[in-house]
């Protein structure tokens, strides 16, 4: 039995990969909200759950890729990555672990 098309194989292994990736980005972000809700916020948990949004649209860009194959996904990937950086560098996450802890009572 030969494979017709192994490109095609290969593409379905790797959407495969991607979406089993998300699901264990969503599973993770989901049991680090539980921790927060237990435990309250500190910055370390933000800059989590920030890394963890990153990786999410970067592998949906991916998907994006497969769709349509002149999506430039290092330039997007870049400019996604660029503006997750200045939302970490000029959020202040102490303040806002601070505030929010004092509002939740935790």
Same mark, same amino acid.
């Given at each position: 039995?030969?494979?017709?098309?192994?490109?095609?194989?290969?593409?379905?292994?790797?959407? &495969? @990969?991607? !979406? %089993? #990736? &998300? @699901?264990? !980005? %969503? #599973?993770?972000?989901?049991?680090?909200?539980?921790?927060?809700s237990a435990y309250g916020f500190t910055p370390k948990r933000?800059?989590?759950l920030w890394f963890m949004l990153l990786l999410t649209v970067?592998?949906?860009?991916?998907?994006?890729?497969?769709?349509?194959?002149?999506?430039?996904?290092?330039?997007?990937?870049?400019?996604?990555?660029?503006?997750f950086f200045a939302v970490l560098f000029l959020v202040d996450?102490?303040?806002?672990?601070?505030?929010?802890?004092?509002?939740?009572?935790?």
């Amino acid at each position: 039995m030969t494979i017709k098309n192994p490109e095609n194989k290969h593409g379905i292994i790797r959407i &495969l @990969l991607i !979406i %089993f #990736t &998300l @699901l264990l !980005i %969503f #599973t993770a972000a989901a049991k680090m909200i539980m921790y927060i809700s237990a435990y309250g916020f500190t910055p370390k948990r933000f800059y989590t759950l920030w890394f963890m949004l990153l990786l999410t649209v970067l592998f949906v860009m991916y998907i994006f890729k497969f769709k349509k194959s002149d999506f430039k996904l290092s330039r997007f990937s870049v400019y996604a990555t660029l503006v997750f950086f200045a939302v970490l560098f000029l959020v202040d996450f102490e303040g806002i672990s601070c505030y929010l802890n004092s509002i939740l009572q935790f």
